[in-house]
């Protein structure tokens, strides 16, 4: 019997029969003493009370548990998405007073969600009016700093500071498309559509966008992984975080330095690693470095804004990966991101 599955009702039906069990045989000794026979009546007696008693509080449990059973489709219809769901608690007693008690924590539970909704459409519009804003203005700069340069041709001077002016607004530029980027991401703005993607192409995409500066700076960009590896990703926004480990990478690494992209397929994880040679992170650094403008004591980069590590982070985890560091100082280091393959049952 299903009722008889709950510990507790089980108890108290085998305390009751223990109970009754006891009495009886207590009254049949009485009976035995003092007339020297059992008494049948006294039995039948017994039998027909003991039968009413169990007879009610079976019916009582059983009301009690199709009750429960009610209340626990309304919650789990909730959990499931249905916000409406709420359990009927009109009548009186604590039980109803605790079903009363959960439906105020649903009603609350949907106001934060409502709140929490208008809050990132809200983040959504001010980081759409404030990309629209900056836009202009950035655009308007590097025009004027464009005319600038060409008027300045036969000043040095004025052109080495149009040159370093030129620098500062990409700067900009960068700091702002990482922020607007990033905000995106946490105010779940983006939605991320994943499509099978081959991880050597991917690479190879990746390796195309830096060969030009990997070949000015006379560094080494080195592929190497199956061509049968595919992963589930948007690959846009897979090539953004790609994007910035290789330039975290040739930032931090010498003239004839190597950058490595490896990829493997193990048996619960698709892996891809990128490794460099270069002058790795301080020990000190390494639990930070994915802070948003963490800038170490130790760092040589005057360049960088802190914001492509965090990015890439952000959007590995948002296609459910995971991202770890592994560095020695002076001989490089090893960024290894895993993403888990779902499990066919």
């Known amino acids: 019997m299903k009722l008889l599955a709950d510990k507790d009702i089980k108890g108290f039906f ?105 809050e990132k459409e809200f983040l959504k519009n001010t980081i759409s009016d404030i990309s629209h804003q900056l836009k202009t203005p950035l655009a308007a700069l590097n025009i004027y700093n464009g005319l600038l340069q060409g008027e300045a041709e036969e000043n040095p001077a004025i052109q080495e500071f149009a040159q370093l002016s030129e620098q500062e607004l990409d700067r900009i530029e960068t700091l702002v498309q990482s922020l607007l980027k990033l905000t995106k991401l946490d105010a779940g703005s983006i939605v991320i559509e994943k499509h099978p ?54 930032d931090h690494t010498d003239k004839g330095g190597c950058i490595q992209m490896e990829w493997r397929k193990l048996p619960s994880a698709i ?18 470095i994915f802070k948003r403008f963490y800038r170490s004591r130790f760092s040589q980069d005057t360049q960088g804004i802190g914001l492509g590590l965090p990015l890439a982070k952000a959007i590995i985890e948002a296609h459910n990966g995971t991202i770890t560091v592994d560095s020695d100082l002076g001989m490089g280091t090893t960024f290894t991101i895993s993403f888990r393959i779902p499990t066919e049952l």
């Open 14 to 118: 085998l305390g009751i029969a223990c109970v009754m069990t006891a009495f009886l045989l207590l009254s049949q000794l009485a009976a035995w003493v003092q007339f020297g026979v059992f008494s049948l009546p006294l039995l039948l007696l017994f039998l027909l009370a003991s039968g009413g008693v169990l007879g009610i509080c079976l019916w009582y449990f059983r009301r009690r548990n199709k009750v429960l059973e009610q209340a626990a489709a309304q919650i789990l219809s909730f959990l499931d998405g249905n916000t409406d769901s709420r359990i009927d608690c009109d009548e009186e007693g604590e039980l109803y007073h605790l079903f009363h008690c959960v439906n105020t924590l649903a009603a609350v539970l949907n106001a934060h969600a409502a709140n929490e909704n208008r």
């Open 271 to 288: 892996q891809i690693l990128v490794k460099d040679n270069g002058s790795g992170i301080h020990p000190e650094d390494l639990h930070h």
């Open 197 to 250: 993607e081959n991880v050597a192409e991917l690479l190879r995409d990746v390796e195309l966008h830096f060969a030009y500066r990997a070949k000015q700076e006379q560094k080494e960009i080195v592929l190497s992984g199956a061509d049968n590896i595919w992963l589930s990703c948007d690959r846009d926004w897979m090539l953004e975080a790609m994007d910035n480990l290789v330039k975290n990478a040739l």
